[in-house]
């Protein structure tokens, strides 16, 4: 992960600032277009051949939403920025995919970042950048490759559900991170569900090889996902505040739904992060007690075995004039001395509870 971020920076060294250039790891991915244009009673939906295409959008009297897929094509974001008075910083902040979550109000325009998260196939937290431009009847989304959550959203502009295709661009936006925002409780409750399987196995006391791995991994997608929340909330705050004039007062009513989302999801991440911190401390110390048990009962047989080992050794050696040596029953007599002193020292040790 560090060899990552260092080659990611290394791409923006010695670059003039603005300087649009894709830092991302997908540089084969094709340019994907797609245009919902809508209004109470219309609605058209096309897949785009080229970016020329967006341009009949930017003076419509409809809503557009308008998304591409595929950041590692600059040229085409470039074009795209330049006819609809994007500026160059924010084309470089959407093509540069380790941002944090922002919002810039550029007067026209309103441009935001915020990180996507969703468990492909693999069981795997992926954490991918998502950048939208809202204009006054337009919005822009901008994802590193095919696969998002917004499909509930496709389907809601299709089939006009609910107040989507009567409110303005705004409202658009508003269901585009609402969708990002509920999928965040799908990762706190695939977290949990691991926080739970974690616990289980170490108070029923599975250790295992990798169960301090699978406690470090799952902190990193926990911090992971703070990474992603935190920011979040300050910029949706900014929205609710009514900071802009893109964002209408009755829209404004919405995000704050968003923003109580998000100080939901924030204590459960900072619940699950002391659980994730008890439950190291708690495999540590089982495995503290563990060696303390192993070397309790090899302390106890050396314990055991060091009169043995005197007798055995003061009887072994080789001096011609030891009076037991001439004794008939000797070798016996010293057999019975240790199994006697062997006996002791065990009820003396039970009695102690030292084992």
């Known amino acids: 992960m560090v060899r990552?971020?260092?080659?990611?920076?290394?791409?923006?060294?010695?670059?003039?600032?603005?300087?649009?250039?894709?830092?991302?790891?997908?540089?084969?991915?094709?340019?994907?277009?797609?245009?919902?244009?809508?209004?109470?009673?219309?609605?058209?939906?096309?897949?785009?051949?080229?970016?020329?295409?967006?341009f009949e959008y930017k003076h419509t009297e409809t809503v557009t939403w308008i998304n591409l897929n595929g950041l590692n094509h600059v040229n085409a974001i470039e074009t795209l920025g330049k006819h609809f008075d994007i500026h160059h910083l924010a084309l470089e902040d959407i093509v540069n995919i380790s941002h944090r979550p922002k919002l810039d109000d550029h007067d026209s325009y309103l441009f935001l970042v915020l990180k996507m998260l969703y468990y492909n196939n693999s069981h795997n937290l992926v954490s991918e950048q998502v950048s939208f431009i809202l204009g006054k009847n337009y919005v822009f989304s901008f994802?590193?490759?095919?696969?998002?959550?917004?499909?509930?959203?496709?389907?809601?502009?299709?089939?006009?559900?609910?107040?989507?295709?009567?409110?303005?661009?705004?409202?658009?936006?508003?269901?585009?991170?609402?969708?990002?925002?509920?999928?965040?409780?799908?990762?706190?409750?695939?977290?949990?569900?691991?926080?739970?399987?974690l616990e289980t196995d170490v108070f029923t006391n599975k250790s295992s090889d990798n169960l301090s791995i699978r406690i470090q991994d799952l902190k990193r997608e926990i911090l992971r996902v703070r990474r992603a929340v935190f920011p979040l909330r300050e910029v949706i705050s900014k929205i609710v505040k009514n900071e802009t004039n893109l964002i209408q007062n009755q829209t404004s009513t919405y995000f704050k739904d968003i923003y109580d989302h998000l100080t939901q999801i924030t204590e459960n991440i900072e619940l699950h992060r002391e659980i994730i911190g008890g439950l190291m401390s708690m495999y540590l110390t089982?495995?503290?007690?563990?060696?303390?048990?192993?070397?309790?009962?090899?302390?106890?047989?050396?314990?055991?075995?060091i009169p043995l080992t005197f007798i055995a050794g003061v009887y072994g050696m080789n001096f011609k004039y030891m009076p037991e040596l001439e004794f008939k029953y000797g070798y016996f007599a010293i057999w019975g001395l240790m199994v006697i002193v062997f006996l002791v020292l065990l009820f003396y040790f039970k009695r102690k509870k030292w084992l």
Do not use: W
Request: hydrophobic share 35%; proline share 2%; net charge neutral.
């Open 4 to 54: 990552k971020k260092l080659y990611r920076s290394k791409k923006k060294l010695g670059q003039a600032p603005g300087s649009v250039v894709y830092t991302g790891e997908r540089p084969k991915e094709k340019l994907f277009l797609e245009a919902f244009d809508f209004t109470k009673d219309t609605y058209t939906e096309k897949q785009l051949t080229n970016i020329e295409d967006c």
């Open 143 to 197: 994802q590193e490759a095919e696969g998002d959550v917004f499909n509930p959203i496709r389907d809601r502009i299709k089939n006009a559900k609910g107040r989507i295709r009567s409110m303005a661009s705004d409202y658009l936006l508003y269901t585009l991170i609402d969708a990002i925002v509920d999928h965040y409780f799908n990762v706190i409750e695939v977290l949990g569900d691991k926080i739970e399987d």
């Open 286 to 305: 089982s495995i503290s007690n563990k060696m303390n048990e192993v070397m309790k009962v090899l302390t106890i047989m050396a314990s055991i075995f």
